[in-house]
C-alpha cells in the first residue's frame, strides 16, 4: 500500500516502501528520528525531484503515521543516474534523519 511523505509542503512522494525509525547519534547520545522511503521518478518528474533534494534542508511530514520532524539526507540512491531520456522511470531509496541541535 502506497503512503504520502510530504516534504516541506511542497514534494507530495507516494512511498512504495516506508518505515521509521530512531537511532542514538554517536556524537550527543540523543534518540533522532529516521524515514527511509522507496519511490519512482519518471523523467518528466525527474529534473524537479533532483533539484529539490539537493537542497538537503526537509520538514518531513508523515500524515499516516502523525510523524512530522525537520531533516537532512541521510541516504540517497536511485537506479539511473540520467532520467532526462522520455519515458524513463528510476527507483528511489531515500532516508532522511532528524536534525540534531
Given at each position: 500500500?502506497?503512503?504520502?511523505?510530504?516534504?516541506?509542503?511542497?514534494?507530495?512522494?507516494?512511498?512504495?516502501?516506508?518505515?521509521?525509525?530512531?537511532?542514538?547519534?554517536?556524537?550527543s547520545g540523543k534518540k533522532r528520528k529516521t524515514v527511509?522511503?522507496?519511490?519512482?521518478?519518471?523523467?518528466?518528474?525527474?529534473?524537479?525531484?533532483?533539484?529539490?533534494?539537493?537542497?538537503?534542508?526537509?520538514?518531513?511530514?508523515?500524515?499516516?503515521?502523525?510523524?512530522?520532524?525537520?531533516?537532512?539526507?541521510?541516504?540517497?540512491?536511485?537506479?539511473?543516474?540520467?532520467?532526462?531520456?522520455?519515458?524513463?522511470?528510476?527507483?528511489?531509496?531515500?532516508?532522511?534523519?532528524?536534525?540534531?541541535?
Open positions: 500500500m502506497k503512503q504520502t511523505v510530504i516534504l516541506n509542503d511542497d514534494l507530495k512522494i507516494e512511498a512504495t516502501n516506508l518505515y521509521t525509525d530512531e537511532v542514538v547519534d554517536p556524537q527511509h522511503v522507496d519511490f519512482k521518478v519518471t523523467s518528466e518528474d525527474y529534473h524537479r525531484v533532483a533539484t529539490f533534494l539537493y537542497k538537503n534542508d526537509f520538514d518531513v511530514n508523515v500524515p499516516a503515521l502523525n510523524v512530522r520532524f525537520p531533516a537532512t539526507i541521510q541516504k540517497y540512491t536511485t537506479s539511473v543516474t540520467n532520467l532526462y531520456k522520455e519515458n524513463q522511470v528510476g527507483d528511489y531509496s531515500l532516508t532522511l534523519i532528524e536534525k540534531s541541535d
